[in-house]
Every structure is written in structure tokens, then in C-alpha cells.
């Protein structure tokens, strides 16, 4: 029913920039939290950004504050991650969820997922 559709993905080179972009769709998405997750190879799936959907406050894990900026158009239905400043660091699978429970920054927490979509940095 819920379906969240990312693109924007790609390979760029370090200290360059992407914008990331979730679709959403399938419900109205009143009360909820967006977030953005990320997973590099090996690793275990890691918080990026939340966003409250009616209201906007924002929520930046701590391996991306100051470098990467979640926003929303709810007219659109659509939730962004503005990437500058990336690293190899940064390469990784990214996910668009979306949760009505409280533990925004828990994976565990979020009730559909995206498909993921591919970012790579090289330096």
C-alpha cells in the first residue's frame, strides 16, 4: 500500500554534492516521521535524517550534521537529503522510511522502506 520510491543516487567525486529524493504515496502521512537511513557494505544500517511530516522539525545523525540537510514538500509528498561536502565516507545504500512510532533513530522503528538507492564517493 505505502510505497517510498528513492532516486538521485550516483557516483560523485569527494567534496561534491547530491540532492536525494523519496516519493511517497499510498496514504495521507499526517503525524508521521520521514527518515533517511544509510547502510555501506558490511556495516550495520545507520540513522542520517528524520523529519516530522506536519511539522518539519528536523533530526541529523551526528556523522552528517552540518553537511547534510533533510527537508520535505508535502504538496509533493516528497522528502529530500541535500548531501554536500561528501566523503567515501559517506558511500553507502541510503533508504527512505517512514514511522508513526516514537524512536525515530531505531531502524526497527520505521514501517516501510524504499528500495534504497546507491551513493558513491570516490576521492
Known amino acids: 500500500q505505502v510505497q517510498l520510491v528513492e532516486s538521485g543516487g550516483g557516483l560523485v567525486q569527494a567534496g561534491e554534492s547530491l540532492r536525494l529524493s523519496c516519493a511517497a504515496s499510498?496514504?495521507?502521512?499526517?503525524?508521521?516521521?520521514m527518515g533517511w537511513f544509510r547502510q555501506a557494505a558490511a556495516t550495520r544500517r545507520e540513522f542520517v535524517a528524520a523529519?516530522?511530516?506536519?511539522?518539519?522539525?528536523?533530526f541529523h545523525g551526528e556523522s552528517v550534521k552540518g553537511r547534510f540537510t533533510i527537508s520535505r514538500d508535502n504538496a509533493k509528498n516528497t522528502v529530500y537529503l541535500q548531501m554536500n561536502s561528501l566523503g567515501p565516507e559517506d558511500t553507502a545504500v541510503y533508504y527512505c522510511?517512514?514511522?508513526?512510532?516514537?524512536?525515530?533513530?531505531?531502524?526497527?522503528?520505521?514501517?516501510?522502506w524504499g528500495q534504497g538507492t546507491q551513493v558513491t564517493v570516490s576521492s
Open positions: 522510511a517512514v514511522t508513526w512510532r516514537v524512536d525515530i533513530f531505531r531502524d526497527g522503528s520505521y514501517d516501510y
Open positions: 523529519i516530522e511530516w506536519t511539522h518539519g522539525n528536523t
Open positions: 499510498g496514504r495521507t502521512f499526517s503525524g508521521s516521521v
